[in-house]
C-alpha cells in the first residue's frame, strides 16, 4: 500500500503561483509514476500532469504545459506541481495519484492505483 498526501493549495489571485506537493509513504516511490489530476464539480477528473518513476519523463495537459512544472524528489517521497500564472479556470481540488508503472507513465486516471485526498485551489480574478 502507498499513501498519500497532497498540500500546499490555496487562494491565490490570477496571475499567482503556488507549490503542490504530494507525500508519499508506505513503499519505495522510485519505481512509481505519479500524476496530478484535477476536478470541480460535476466535472470528470481531468489529467494534469504525470512524472515517471525516474523522474526521467514527464507530461503536460495542453491547458497547463509551460505554466506548470512537475518534478520530484525520490529520497523525501516528494512530488511537487509547480504552478505559475495560474487563471481562474485552474480551480479546482487537485489530487496526487500513483501507480508502480517503472519506467512508464500515463494520462489515464484508471491506471493510477492509489490516490490522495485532494487539495483544493482557488484562483480569483
Known amino acids: 500500500q502507498v499513501q498519500l498526501v497532497e498540500s500546499g493549495g490555496g487562494l491565490v489571485q490570477a496571475g499567482g503561483s503556488l507549490k503542490l506537493s504530494c507525500a508519499a509513504s508506505g513503499r519505495p516511490f522510485n519505481n512509481y509514476a505519479v500524476a496530478w489530476f484535477r476536478q470541480t464539480r460535476g466535472q470528470e477528473r481531468e489529467f494534469v500532469s504525470a512524472?515517471?518513476?525516474?523522474?526521467?519523463?514527464?507530461y503536460y495537459s495542453d491547458s497547463v504545459q509551460g505554466r506548470f512544472t512537475i518534478s520530484r524528489d525520490n529520497a523525501k517521497n516528494t512530488v511537487y506541481l509547480q504552478m505559475n500564472s495560474l487563471k481562474p479556470e485552474d480551480t479546482a481540488v487537485y489530487y496526487c495519484?500513483?501507480?508502480?508503472?517503472?519506467?512508464?507513465?500515463?494520462?489515464?486516471?484508471?491506471?493510477?492505483?492509489?490516490w490522495g485526498q485532494g487539495t483544493q485551489v482557488t484562483v480569483s480574478s
Open positions: 512524472i515517471a518513476g525516474s523522474g526521467g519523463h514527464t
Open positions: 495519484a500513483a501507480a508502480n508503472l517503472g519506467v512508464v507513465v500515463t494520462r489515464t486516471r484508471y491506471d493510477y492505483d492509489y
